[in-house]
């Protein structure tokens, strides 16, 4: 299952992400943000349980905001799964 989502109060301006039939991340792209973290992110997700990154990922805060990458990527899964 191929997801796009739009996180809000990040840099990334949109995630897309595929999970297969056993809840496991495939792949994962984001659009905007910073590229190394995110490149890093994705490596670390792909082939990892989703609703164990979901849980891992959740209510990571970036500098000053509440939220983050990780965090809308939390989101994203919890959402769509």
Do not use: W, Y
Not at 5 to 19: N, Q
Not at 30 to 51: E, M, R, S, T, Y
């Amino acid at each position: 299952m191929k997801i796009t989502f739009k996180p809000s109060g990040v840099c990334c301006r949109e995630m897309i992400f595929e999970v297969d039939d056993n809840n496991v991340i495939t792949n994962v792209d984001f659009i905007g943000g910073c590229p190394g973290n995110l490149l890093g992110l994705k490596h670390l997700v792909i082939g990892q349980n989703a609703h164990e990154v979901a849980d891992k990922l959740a209510n990571i805060s970036c500098g000053g905001k509440t939220t983050s990458c990780p965090d809308q990527l939390s989101k994203a899964i919890r959402q769509s799964l």
